[in-house]
């Protein structure tokens, strides 16, 4: 890092921060403060949703995962545009037409209140641990590869953002977003063609695509029937629009975007923006981390990019052995470069093949490497695609670039952490705080209690990340415990969508009931993880319908 990098991720981030705050001083009510007074226009919807999702992670782990296994993680997304339509003509009109601040507001108009208290504190419980992760995920990579202290990196990034998102609110988070987004793009399109531009001069982009292709990276679709296959057609449609439906329609993190809308058509639009540009966006992404590794078939690697792992490694007895695979490695890759180079010319099966078959020699040889360093040091990540595009930056970007790519993934961290904060904030005050605790205040005070809560969360966000290393698999520990408690949300709304006989007892007792079976599954391990979102929005409706005939309780009326 030189002197114009720290010029520029400084700059950058300090213009986010002191814009936000500037741009969205002075919100005097509830309408302002938790729903930006309604002035969001579509294209600020869809960015705003897009840079919710888009967590540093993203930047960090796609290129890697595209570098490793090529481009069939798109597939992931295929679900996505069809919950988007979905989420528009059913989700967003209701909503709106109950003049709602929160997604779980409507849960009381169809149900009754308890059901609105429980569900929003099902919510506050995942998605405060996932803040705490949105910090810690992106800061303990930056720093394990910039030697930065990931205290301090955890507290800084915390303090940014409540700093606006204290201020703003909702329209705090979104007017950010925008600029967090021209970050993000650009970098990313920088970035890309500089990789291009690194390639020998002979070499041009479909000739990378060409090389790219030869080592299986180009396989986009998948249409085969295989459980065991994670990313196919099949799994992005089908389990790809349960997911997002139960994330974009149900949780507040995203609700809260499209309901700042200046109407319903507004919010309509912003979605479906969202809709068409995700993929793409996810495609170029993961075609920047294929270019990665086309780059990397004319250049040196290590055999495994983690720093960490490479220190652990070499201060070890396994140092000389480790050396020995690395020279090893070297050795497949001239042949490969020999390869790459004739297949380039000849095309033929034959060489591709070759191709192929020294490919898995270097997955070998890197497998090996990871298992030399488990014996060295069992506490280190082996895995270690989330630090092959900070590698990439950080030793071949010109200077002041590694600035603005550094700044991209600190603003992903941003955007998704205040998005988190700001519905953390939310549904603590109209969920809890005003219709449990203190029923008749003025504006004011809730806008008061907005702010608190929000620097609450905020601080434990911060907490949640700085004692993040005293667990092993955190981020595993976070995606088990939003499992344990997102099916059954989603069954709840689903319930109050589609089930109109099923009324508030039923479905109250029925999540409780829920809620304990899924607990039990977990403890027991007669499921992975994963399919009980699956388990909980099955079980909430079934049990709830088979409850509902001996529960009296009264329809609650709508208005």
């Known amino acids: 890092m030189q002197t114009i990098d720290w010029i520029v991720l400084i700059g950058t981030l300090l213009f986010i921060v002191l814009y936000g705050a500037w741009k969205t001083k002075g919100s005097k009510n509830v309408q302002e403060y938790i729903r930006g007074g309604n002035e969001a226009q579509w294209w600020t919807i869809g960015l705003s949703v897009m840079a919710t999702q888009a967590s540093a992670i993203t930047f960090l782990s796609t290129p890697g995962q595209a570098f490793h296994s090529g481009m069939g993680f798109v597939q992931f997304y295929f679900g996505l545009p069809i919950a988007m339509v979905i989420i528009c003509l059913i989700f967003i009109p209701l909503y709106h037409k109950l003049n709602v601040y929160t997604a779980y507001e409507y849960l009381e108009s169809r149900f009754d209140l308890k059901t609105r208290s429980l569900t929003a504190i099902l919510f506050l419980i995942q998605r405060g641990l996932a803040a705490g992760i949105t910090i810690f995920a992106p800061a303990i990579i930056l720093s394990a590869v910039l030697g930065w202290n990931l205290t301090s990196l955890n507290i800084i990034i915390g303090i940014l953002v409540i700093i606006y998102t204290v201020s703003g609110g909702t329209k705090a988070v979104s007017v950010t977003q925008k600029q967090?987004?021209?970050?993000?793009?650009?970098?990313?399109?920088?970035?890309?063609?500089?990789?291009?531009?690194?390639?020998?001069?002979?070499?041009?982009?479909?000739?990378?695509?060409?090389?790219?292709?030869?080592?299986?990276?180009?396989?986009?679709?998948?249409?085969?029937?295989?459980?065991?296959?994670r990313y196919t057609v099949w799994t992005g449609i089908l389990g790809g629009t349960f997911l997002m439906l139960s994330y974009f329609g149900t949780d507040q993190s995203q609700v809260q975007r499209y309901l700042s809308g200046k109407s319903v058509k507004e919010s309509q639009l912003g979605l479906l923006f969202n809709g068409l540009l995700k993929v793409p966006m996810q495609f170029f992404i993961l075609l920047v981390g294929v270019m990665v590794f086309v780059f990397y078939q004319f250049n040196s690697t290590p055999i495994n990019f983690n720093p960490a792992a490479i220190a652990a490694i070499q201060?070890?007895?396994?140092?000389?052995?480790?050396?020995?695979?690395?020279?090893?490695?070297?050795?497949?890759?001239?042949?490969?470069?020999?390869?790459?180079?004739?297949?380039?010319t000849d095309h033929k099966a034959s060489t591709k093949a070759s191709i192929k078959e020294l490919n898995d020699v270097d997955q070998e040889i890197r497998d090996a490497a990871k298992t030399l360093i488990q014996k060295a040091n069992p506490n280190v990540e082996t895995n270690d695609?989330?630090?092959?595009?900070?590698?990439?930056?950080?030793?071949?970007?010109?200077?002041?670039?590694?600035?603005?790519?550094?700044?991209?993934?600190?603003?992903?961290?941003?955007?998704?952490?205040?998005?988190?904060?700001?519905?953390?904030?939310?549904?603590?005050?109209?969920?809890?705080?005003?219709?449990?605790?203190?029923k008749e205040k003025t504006d004011k005070h809730y806008v008061n209690a907005s702010k608190l809560f929000t620097l609450v969360w905020g601080?434990?966000?911060?907490?949640?990340?700085?004692?993040?290393?005293?667990?092993?698999?955190?981020?595993?520990?976070?995606?088990i415990i939003g499992s344990i408690f997102y099916g059954n949300v989603l069954g709840i709304f689903l319930l109050a969508f589609f089930i109109k006989f099923v009324h508030s007892n039923a479905t109250f007792i029925a999540a409780i009931i829920t809620q304990c079976i899924v607990v039990f599954v977990w403890t027991q391990e007669w499921l992975p993880f994963l399919w009980l979102n699956a388990l909980g929005c099955g079980l909430v409706m079934i049990i709830a319908i088979i409850l509902q005939p001996v529960i009296h309780s009264k329809p609650k009326i709508r208005t």
């Not at 002979?202 to 249409?223: R, Y």
């Not at 601080?459 to 995606?479: E, G, K, P, R, T």
């Open 180 to 229: 967090q987004m021209a970050v993000i793009f650009t970098g990313m399109f920088i970035a890309f063609f500089l990789i291009i531009s690194y390639l020998p001069d002979e070499i041009t982009f479909s000739k990378a695509l060409d090389i790219a292709g030869a080592s299986g990276k180009m396989k986009v679709l998948d249409f085969s029937f295989d459980l065991n296959n």
């Open 459 to 479: 601080v434990i966000a911060i907490l949640v990340a700085c004692f993040a290393n005293l667990f092993d698999n955190l981020i595993q520990l976070v995606n």
């Open 385 to 438: 695609k989330d630090y092959v595009f900070i590698h990439f930056i950080l030793n071949n970007l010109p200077r002041g670039l590694i600035g603005l790519l550094l700044a991209v993934i600190l603003s992903a961290a941003m955007s998704s952490t205040a998005s988190e904060l700001n519905a953390l904030a939310s549904t603590t005050t109209m969920d809890l705080y005003r219709r449990n605790i203190k």
């Open 315 to 344: 201060n070890s007895e396994y140092d000389a052995e480790y050396k020995q695979l690395e020279d090893k490695l070297e050795g497949v890759n001239a042949q490969k470069k020999s390869l790459i180079n004739d297949y380039l």
